[in-house]
């Protein structure tokens, strides 16, 4: 069982859509995280829920909308995608009781 | 969280083991230091943190000076599927990974 599973792998989208991408993570952890790793392969923090509650909320556009309907997952719904949002997006889990982070595979956007 | 530095690249012999530096000169007492890895296209993956003793697991182990402003993790046996770039993170207890350009550590046979 993949412990971290993100939807879809790969996306190829048109500017100005709207997408969403789906995490679930199946470890039992209470906090979820959202990253994004750019063409310089830089990894920054976007947001990250505790007990579906939001606790990190980087400097985002307000296009980026985190939702978390439970513990198990946090989605990331993308407005009006523009070509600079071309990323790997990465979804992580950890527990309160250890802080080692799980990742996903990642997810590829391609905003053409 | 303090900055780290690690060198941008290092080769590595397989079969030998594989020390990477990584310096935190800024670290406050009650940050931790955390080793992570990516291997290409995948997603991050952890391998070791300590805070002040050194540690060791199935993976890797973690060397930190008694000073703690710099670390050494330790590859012990390199293999082909060690190829992967190498990120030192300090923090403290909070939720936030802060990842830096890390080390591309690559295994040659």
């Known amino acids: 069982d993949t412990a971290v599973s993100q939807t879809p792998k790969y996306l190829v989208t048109q500017m100005g859509n709207d997408k969403s991408i789906k995490c679930e993570q199946n470890l039992g952890h209470d906090t979820m995280y959202w990253y994004k790793q750019d063409s310089k392969k830089f990894l920054k923090i976007m947001f990250s829920?505790?007990?579906?509650?939001?606790?990190i909320n980087e400097t985002v556009p307000n296009r980026f909308s985190p939702k978390s309907p439970d513990k198990a997952h946090l989605n990331l719904h993308i407005n009006s995608l523009e070509l600079g949002d071309s990323a790997v997006y990465f979804c992580?889990?950890?527990?309160?009781?250890?802080?080692?982070?799980?990742f996903g595979q990642g997810t590829r956007l391609t905003v053409v | 969280d303090a900055k780290t530095t690690q060198p941008t690249s290092m080769d590595c012999a397989e079969g030998r083991a594989a020390n990477l530096p990584c310096n935190h000169s800024t670290i406050s007492g009650n940050e931790y230091v955390y080793w992570y890895r990516q291997i290409h296209s995948q997603g991050p993956q952890y391998i070791i943190h300590g805070l002040k003793n050194n540690e060791t697991n199935e993976m890797a182990s973690l060397i930190i000076t008694e000073d703690r402003k710099s670390s050494t993790l330790i590859l012990p046996h390199a293999t082909l599927r060690d190829t992967a770039v190498y990120y030192c993170?300090?923090?403290?207890?909070?939720?936030?990974?802060?990842f830096g350009a890390g080390t591309t550590v690559t295994v040659r046979a």
């Open positions: 993170i300090v923090r403290n207890n909070d939720y936030k990974l802060s």
């Open positions: 829920y505790n007990n579906k509650e939001l606790i």
């Open positions: 992580a889990s950890s527990s309160r009781s250890r802080t080692e982070a799980f």
